[in-house]
Structures are given as C-alpha cells and as structure tokens.
C-alpha cells in the first residue's frame, strides 16, 4: 500500500510543476494549496531535497522548486524515493537478504511479474502528465 508520505509528495511535486518556472514557492503556500499539515509536508520535503527532486532557498523569497523539467520526473521515481517499500513480497524489497529458498521458490517469478507490472504503470506517468 502506497502511504500518505507517499501520495502526499506526489501531490507536492504535482503542485510544484504547476507553478510558474524557476520561482521558490514558500511551504506555507504548497501547505495550504493542498490541505496537508505544514508539519508533515517539512518531512516530506527534506526526503525530497535528500533525493535531489526538489532544490530549497532559506531566507526572503524562498521555498521550494522542482529541480528538473516537469516531464523528467516519473511517478515511479517520486514513489520510490519517498516509499520505504514497493516491492510486493519482502524477497524483493530493497536490500532484501537473499532468500534461502530463492532456487526452489515456486512463487518468485509471479511476485518479480507483479512487481515490474507496478514500476512500468508508475514509469509512464510524468508529472506533466498529471497537470
């Protein structure tokens, strides 16, 4: 299940594309636009900033902005950075140990399929798409 950490930066990322280009928009603005705790939105924006999806400006006429092109993001990319875990079964988590049974597993390529379907429907999105 995807979390509001989640769903919410998808919406922050969203709304940052929509903004005019090469502008900082304060967090209080995003905060408001959206319906989502300035509280919340701070931990969500510093995985963002951590993951080079977004660049901050402290200070008069500072905020946030996308740190590329609208149509260079995918929703897989935002997902993955701000979700702990996608993968459907814990064998294919990131940094999962490799399963004992891996060899004999009856099961593993219908999770791999599951879990590649998931990746390739988010890669198709962008976030210009979603405007």
């Known amino acids: 299940m995807i979390s509001t950490k989640g769903r919410y930066a998808l919406r922050v990322m969203i709304d940052l594309a929509g903004q005019k280009e090469d502008t900082f928009v304060p967090l209080h603005d995003i905060a ?18 951590r993951n080079k999806m977004v660049k901050g400006h402290r200070g ?5 902005m ?15 950075c701000t979700e702990e875990n996608l993968a459907p079964v814990a064998c294919l988590a990131k940094n999962a140990e490799l399963c004992p049974r891996k060899d004999e597993c009856k099961t593993i390529g219908l999770w791999e ?10 890669e198709q999105f962008t976030l210009k798409d979603m405007l």
């Open 32 to 49: 408001l636009r959206q319906g989502i705790s300035e509280k919340y939105l701070e931990i969500i924006i510093k995985t963002l900033v």
């Open 66 to 80: 996308l740190s590329r092109k609208p149509e260079e993001y995918t929703v897989w990319e935002i997902l993955d």
């Open 113 to 122: 399929g599951y879990d590649n379907l998931t990746r390739e429907y988010f």
């Open 60 to 64: 008069k006429g500072g905020g946030y």
